[in-house]
């Protein structure tokens, strides 16, 4: 079945640093979903990439699709304390979602 | 318009005890699922549904139960509880004939089982 990694698995900033994390898939994907969960909550989400090699900002966010739509990044500049909490990515496919492990994300002031 | 609605929000149990997690979701989504979270693990699907009266097994399905009567609601039953479904379960919903389908997340239900 269909496999989406991604990593690191932690990543310990100070504030003001930049941050991103990967995503990959075992095959290729219609589409891929971006969720963010703060701490103690549930996952929101955050953007959909549909297009190959698309690429959309959300303010200090950077989303990108991969060419060959199995891969995608997601990148903050300019790390905030507000910023801090998991980012996951997820691959759509009927009704489900498979997921990524996520990127844990702590931000130093 | 409550989005998921999750209950319990906590709740622990006995070894081989049974419960049902409720899930509803008022925004008449066909697609709903439910997770678990564990730490490093990230979401697994347990069960998904695509349209009341229709189910199906997802990554972890063993020890639990589904069933989808109608549109609004997805409960989840754990048949006898063990101990290694201590975790944190999330249902979720989305549209079906959307361009984007996000999904809606409940609150989550944290269960621990001793």
């Known amino acids: 079945g269909q496999q989406v990694m991604q990593i690191p698995q932690y990543q310990h900033v100070q504030e003001g640093e930049d941050f991103t994390t990967y995503c990959n898939s075992s095959?290729?994907?219609?589409?891929i979903q971006w969720y963010k969960q703060r701490p103690g909550g549930h996952p929101v989400f955050l953007i959909q990439?549909?297009?190959?090699?698309e690429v959309k900002k959300q303010k200090r966010l950077t989303f990108q699709f991969g060419e060959a739509k199995k891969n995608s990044s997601l990148h903050i500049t300019a790390t905030q304390t507000t910023d801090v909490g998991t980012y996951f990515c997820?691959?759509?496919?009927?009704?489900?979602?498979?997921f990524g492990q996520g990127t844990i994300l702590t931000v130093h002031p | 318009n409550a989005g998921v609605t999750q209950t319990p929000k906590f709740q622990v149990l006995k070894t081989g005890q049974s419960m049902t997690l409720q899930c509803a979701q008022d925004?008449?989504?066909?697609?709903m699922s439910w997770y678990r979270q564990d730490p490093g693990m990230g979401l697994r699907l347990i069960h998904y549904?695509?349209?009341?009266?229709?189910?199906d097994q997802g990554e972890v399905p063993n020890g639990y139960n589904v069933s989808r009567s109608t549109t609004e609601d997805f409960p989840l039953r754990l048949l006898s509880a063990a101990p290694s479904q201590t975790s944190v379960y999330f249902c979720a919903s989305s549209y079906s004939d959307r361009v984007t389908t996000e999904a809606f997340f409940g609150q989550g239900t944290r269960l621990t089982v001793v």
């Open positions: 990439l549909v297009k190959s090699g």
């Open positions: 549904s695509v349209g009341a009266g229709i189910t």
């Open positions: 997820a691959g759509p496919s009927y009704g489900k979602l498979t």
């Open positions: 925004m008449n989504h066909e697609y």
């Open positions: 095959t290729t994907l219609s589409n």
